[in-house]
């Protein structure tokens, strides 16, 4: 199957520092990426929707200016969570949506973020 | 508004036995159903998918259940292994927008 990475796997930080996280479709071309967020024993909550060249699509309650998505080409993604507090600790995933047939949706292996 | 209803929460089963996580929706212009398997720390994994033109789908040990009329289906795992243990998401999609289910943590005893 489709191969999308995610780096790092863990990271962290100290309070008031910014993060970055990568998202890469290594066999695919990915027009449509997703950034969601996972608490612990709790399903997938999507954080925003991201089109290549184009602005990212938050969901609501999500503040687009402390988690910048940047979404440069077919393959790359990025979020970077910006002034990380306490509060940002969490698991966050990214998934990308195979362009060929626009329905599959394979995952990152996940960021965990710790912010002291 | 939660479109897709996902049960149980919790399951356990016995080594050899069949596991079995059941969804609901609402949305009758869903047109993708897949599953997803996640192991703690790492991204979920797609499992098994099925299209509402199709009423079961297999793969191995995993079958897909699909009741159109009922807007339900489920996913079956037959001896079911404590490698299995895991949390499993239901979805359904509209032309690639995709909605979850809040999860299933299997667990399967040796």
């Known amino acids: 199957g489709a191969v999308v990475s995610q780096h790092p796997s863990r990271v962290i930080c100290k309070s008031g520092t910014s993060v970055k996280i990568e998202c890469r479709s290594l066999?695919?071309?990915?027009?449509?990426m997703f950034w969601y967020r996972q608490f612990p024993k709790q399903s997938l909550m999507l954080m925003a929707t991201?089109?290549?060249?184009?602005?990212?699509?938050?969901e609501q309650g999500v503040e687009k200016d402390k988690f910048l998505i940047n979404h440069a080409s077919l393959t790359l993604s990025t979020l970077t969570v910006t002034s990380a507090h306490p509060e940002d600790s969490s698991f966050y995933i990214c998934?990308?949506?195979?362009?060929?047939?626009?329905?599959?949706?394979?995952f990152g292996s996940g960021t965990q973020l710790s912010v002291l | 508004q939660q479109q897709v209803k996902q049960s149980p929460q919790s399951l356990i089963v016995q080594k050899g036995g069949i596991s079995i996580i059941n969804c609901a929706y609402e949305?009758?212009?869903?047109?993708?159903f897949p599953w997803y398997q996640q192991f703690p720390g790492k991204g979920p994994a797609l499992l098994i998918a099925?299209?509402?033109?199709?009423s079961e789908k297999k793969e191995g040990r995993f079958t897909i259940s699909f009741n159109k009329s009922a807007k339900q289906f489920s996913l079956h795992i037959m001896d079911s292994q404590p490698g299995d243990s895991a949390t499993y998401f239901c979805?359904?999609?509209?032309?690639?927008?995709?909605?979850f289910g809040a999860g299933t943590r299997l667990t399967v005893k040796p």
């Open positions: 998934s990308a949506r195979d362009g060929v047939t626009n329905e599959k949706l394979f």
């Open positions: 066999d695919f071309q990915a027009t449509t």
């Open positions: 991201s089109n290549e060249g184009s602005k990212a699509t938050y």
């Open positions: 949305n009758t212009a869903f047109d993708y």
């Open positions: 099925i299209r509402p033109d199709v």
């Open positions: 979805a359904a999609s509209i032309s690639g927008d995709m909605r």
